[in-house]
């Protein structure tokens, strides 16, 4: 158990809707970070909140968003969902104390547009 | 821009025989590497790093070895077992604390 969750686990929904994903991270841990695997892709970084900030953007679309709340828990917003969206969604977190950053990965949402 | 890249997406290996997976990489900002597992329905987990300023980590089974004037790390399991099996990311970290990943290698250990 890396101590990072992730609800839900599964989601099926439509095109044109809106989902929001939910990541609480390790206790003390300051940064949350989301990231993307589609079929035949690595993981594909999306965005990095520290502490309620953005800190760093990645390959995210406009129709994307997230933020980080005072809790630390952070939500990855996605609306105007196409087909291509459907992929497995990761949130990792980690104290980001400076040096090597281990990130702990959630289990991910499974993310299936119709 | 995969700065990042895995070349060989599976690999099958006999129990007890050594497993390399490789990884290359572009940025030669990353000030170090990491290498995470991950199994079917889970996220990654942390496997092993190293920095770049070090061309070798152990710990246990598990070895990762860095060329950076080839611009190329690998991973060394020795021996392997059923268990490995599992697929097998390289990731190059700043300290900016972001990881930026390479697509992934199936290992498969046969018994």
């Known amino acids: 158990d890396s101590g990072v969750t992730q609800t839900p686990k599964h989601l099926i929904t439509a095109t044109g809707q809106r989902v929001t994903l939910r990541c609480s991270p390790r206790?003390?841990?300051?940064?949350v970070y989301w990231y993307q695997q589609s079929l035949d892709q690595g993981l594909q970084f999306l965005i990095q909140?520290?502490?309620?900030?953005?800190?760093a953007k990645g390959n995210i679309l406009e129709r994307f968003s997230a933020q980080q709340f005072p809790d630390l828990h952070s939500e990855l917003n996605l609306s105007s969902l196409e087909l291509g969206d459907s992929a497995l969604y990761f949130c990792?977190?980690?104290?980001?104390?400076?040096?090597?950053?281990?990130?702990?990965f959630g289990s991910g949402t499974q993310l299936s547009v119709l | 821009d995969q700065q990042v890249k895995q070349n060989s997406p599976s690999l099958s290996v006999q129990e007890g025989r050594i497993s390399i997976l490789n990884c290359d990489y572009t940025?030669?900002?990353?000030?170090?590497f990491l290498w995470y597992k991950k199994y079917p329905a889970e996220g990654p987990t942390f496997l092993i790093s190293?920095?770049?300023?070090?061309d070798k980590n152990e710990d246990g089974r598990f070895t990762v070895f860095l060329n950076k004037s080839a611009k190329h790390l690998s991973l060394h399991i020795v021996p392997s077992q059923p268990g490995d099996s599992a697929v097998y990311f390289c990731?190059?970290?700043?300290?900016?604390?972001?990881?930026?990943f390479g697509q992934g290698t199936i290992l498969t250990v046969h018994p």
């Open positions: 990792a977190s980690s104290a980001d104390t400076g040096g090597e950053e281990k990130l702990f």
């Open positions: 206790s003390g841990d300051l940064s």
């Open positions: 909140y520290y502490n309620g900030e953005e800190r």
């Open positions: 940025n030669s900002m990353f000030d170090y």
């Open positions: 190293i920095s770049s300023i070090k």
């Open positions: 990731a190059g970290g700043t300290s900016y604390g972001k990881l930026t």
